[in-house]
């Protein structure tokens, strides 16, 4: 857990709760933390995810890896310390987000189960969902995908500490949702994920 620097700061609690404003968006705050190798479909799913959650009403907003690294994260490179640096800071505006109200989607590779489970105790801490959707495929597979031509530059050596060639993915445990991306049609990952928010009662079910 990062170090708190700054001394003599104080929270300063507001007179609307997060429950407060889930009652006026008519939903609950959560965080949907897409975890996968580069490749997997992580982004792309929460794109259809945010498509199919705006056509119900619902708001939500997607933090996606390389938006985030052009701007908030944008002083920090693919060393183990920048990338636990970036998961925090991540799984900070998440729980911020969530507390004001908003599903979240945040998709991101985020290598390392320690960074993925101190993001997860976050949320805990302030009473949000945090749902780990690992959206898992085979590296033969991203790599054959690779949309950025990402792993061919890793395999020249062009790209050092690239997740899956020389550096590892630690794929999670228990996550709440497996989607084995290679074996299911795009809009069947978006069905499973409904489902699950449903289940949950962080959204209403679709009305015929």
């Known amino acids: ?3 708190q620097k700054a001394t003599n700061v104080h929270w ?13 968006l008519g939903q609950r705050g959560a965080t949907l933390w897409f975890t996968g190798l580069s490749g ?3 982004s792309t799913i929460a794109v ?3 498509s199919a959650l705006f056509a119900r009403g619902h708001l939500c907003y997607r933090l996606d890896g ?5 701007g908030i994260n944008k002083n920090l490179g693919f060393s183990a310390a920048d990338r636990a640096e970036n998961i925090r800071r991540i799984g ?3 729980k911020l987000f969530a507390d004001a109200g908003l599903i979240v989607l945040s998709s991101f590779v985020s290598p390392y189960r320690r960074d993925r489970e101190q993001v997860r105790a976050l949320h805990a801490a302030s009473g949000f969902d945090f749902i780990e959707v690992f959206v898992d495929v085979p590296l033969a597979v991203a790599e054959q995908r690779d949309p950025k031509g990402l792993y061919k530059q890793a395999r020249a050596g062009k790209i050092a500490n690239f ?3 020389d550096d590892p993915y630690e794929a999670p445990e228990n996550p709440e949702i497996v989607l084995p991306s290679a074996e299911l049609s795009l809009a069947e990952e978006v069905a499973l ?3 699950a928010l449903e289940e949950r009662g962080l959204v209403a079910a679709a009305t015929s």
């Not at 390389?66 to 052009?70: G, M, P």
């Open 1 to 3: 857990m990062t170090e």
């Open 12 to 24: 300063h609690a507001g007179d609307i709760s997060a429950a407060d404003r889930g009652r006026l």
């Open 40 to 42: 997997s479909g992580k």
């Open 48 to 50: 259809a995810l945010e």
């Open 66 to 70: 390389d938006n985030i690294r052009l």
């Open 92 to 94: 900070e505006v998440s």
């Open 163 to 165: 997740t899956g060639i």
């Open 193 to 195: 994920l409904l489902a």
